[in-house]
């Protein structure tokens, strides 16, 4: 089995900072794709920002310019830092990987937890 592990969540003012962090472990032959979305109260879950293992990354419009994904393929773990925070940031964010489960070789998909974000303004 893989796990995702999220830490990093909180409660910020409007304008503020956080880094969230997502670490896979379990049986992995690799990771291609690692990824944040989030889900607000009354709303479907959205896609914040990708990155695959070669750098290529998709960001939300919303956050571009804000928030920056990043990645240690080392270590299978993907952070993202989230600048100018807005009230509207608010939601419960998840981390998401894609690739390929060891041994069977079997596509693997995994979602995290969830970590809560709360932007006060």
């Known amino acids: 089995q893989v796990q995702l592990v999220e830490s990093g969540g909180g409660l910020v003012q409007a304008g503020g900072s956080l880094r969230l962090s997502c670490a896979a472990s379990?049986?992995?032959?690799?990771?291609?794709?690692m990824g944040w979305y989030r889900q607000a109260p009354g709303k479907q879950r959205e896609l914040v920002a990708v990155?695959?293992?070669?750098?290529?990354?998709n960001y939300a419009e919303s956050v571009k310019g804000r928030f920056t994904i990043s990645r240690d393929n080392t270590n299978n773990t993907v952070y993202l830092q989230m600048d100018s925070l807005k009230p509207e940031d608010t939601a419960v964010y998840y981390c998401?990987?894609?690739?390929?489960?060891?041994?069977?070789?079997?596509?693997?998909?995994?979602w995290g937890q969830g970590t809560l974000v709360t932007v006060s303004s």
């Open positions: 379990g049986s992995i032959f690799s990771i291609n794709v």
């Open positions: 998401n990987a894609a690739g390929t489960s060891a041994p069977d070789l079997a596509r693997l998909e995994v």
């Open positions: 990155l695959t293992t070669g750098g290529s990354t």
